[in-house]
């Protein structure tokens, strides 16, 4: 959850309960029930998973009710948190990876997220089967055509505005606008009426990290009580439905799926986080001696997108060492030269990552050629970030680049050059003596599952509150 997304929120008074005590099953209690849980996955035909905030606060993303909640601390009177973490560099935790491979393996059917991180999409829950009730920070959708954008940076508003960015199809053009609920939006048909449908149809739900106390979205799991299934809540405090639940679990959720996994004898797979940038050359078409040319690093979603995850870039020019290199901070990146048109040359670009990637920089050779003897390709994205990923699964590193394609400006003389890059790279074990993980140099150390509730007390350390 995002602290912008809090305060964008309009003012509601009735919030329910904030600051519970948190609930904990003594560990032989805890590992009868996981096992208990277990088998019910084993025996179901139709799981449904509901998830809530205490899902992604192993992430580093605050949730709403808990000791330390966005709504406990305003109720208190106390300021909120600052987060280590970027809200934009979240990345999908254990449990979210968890339920991406169940889904791979057929057997979860189906995700209900209350959440707005966006974090099952990045997961790889297919869109189809995720229904986001309140909205993806990250998605936009075109009020005309219906197509949806999923973005790399947070949308900028909340309550289903219009965001000032535009349809890119050719035959719509049609407005772009957030996707985030704000208290007096309504649920959206689209995320709902699939929601109702699989929850009808679930012959067990689980649900995670969640209160269940904004409605009407916590109601959904009863109808699948009423069809006689069954109710799984894995939560730290207690929900007003906990006693529809044929297994009531109080513990923290990533060590209840890691245990889960672990019986189930499924791995949890890691995660890759690939982003990508656009790299233009324009230059006047006037056949000079000298051409004047501009280099610009941007998002691929628009010149006027933000690229949060890059914090500056240093250019030189190993070929031409009399061409003044520079060092760039502000956005969008850009760079203009002179140089002799007649020698083809390299620009040596270094990109200096932000907060939140496992590496530090990535560097890239970029080719120019003014003899219009460019060549241009298409790799297409996929197969790209599919190859990527296996690498970095394959050296235990980020910091991997490939080019996706290369094409020439419709509007002016030049090409733009779409890049893939690995910036972060996170595993997720089990086994119960394995060290917590270590990264170093985009270098990727297994992680044990221990090291959950210790992470739980770095979380609180990284979370600084402002006095």
Known sequence: MSLGYAEKLSYREDIGNVGMSELFDPPDILQAKIEELAKFIEESKHLVAFTGAGISTSCGIPDFRGPTGIWTLQRQGKPLPKADMPFHRAMPGLT???????????????????????????????????AELHGN???????????????????ETIGMKETGRHCSDLNCGGKLKDTVLDWEDALPPKEMIPAEKHCKMADLIICLGTSLQITPACNLPLKSVRGGGKLVIINLQPTPKDKKAALLIHAQVDKVIAGVMQFLNYKIPPFVRVDCIQV?????????????WKLR??????????????????????????????????????????TLRSKPFRVFLKLNFGNGCDCSSVELDYPIDFQDSTEYFEHGKGNVIESLRN???????????????????????????EYAIVTSLVRHEYMALEPKALISNGTIEKRGI??????????????KLES
């Open 297 to 338: 690093i941007s998002s691929i979603h628009g010149n006027k997108a933000a690229l949060p995850f890059i914090k500056s870039v240093e250019a030189s020019f190993p070929d031409r060492p009399r061409v003044k290199s520079a060092f760039l901070t502000d956005q969008p990146f850009k760079l203009q030269r002179e």
């Open 96 to 130: 979210h990876m968890a339920l991406a491979e169940l889904e791979k393996a057929g057997i979860l059917k189906f995700v209900i997220s209350q959440n707005i991180d966006g974090l099952h999409l990045r997961s790889g829950i297919p869109r189809e089967k995720l």
């Open 450 to 463: 221990e090291s959950i509730e210790v992470e739980a007390e770095d979380l609180g350390k990284r979370m």
């Open 391 to 417: 690498r970095a699964l394959e050296d235990a590193t980020c910091g991997h680049i490939s080019p996706i394609q290369r094409k020439q400006m419709s509007d002016s003389k030049g090409t733009y050059t």
């Open 280 to 292: 233009s050359l324009s230059y006047p078409s006037k056949k000079k001696r000298y051409a004047k």
């Open 137 to 155: 920070s990250f998605r936009e959708i075109c009020s005309s055509c219906g197509k949806e954008y999923v973005r790399d940076f947070e949308v």
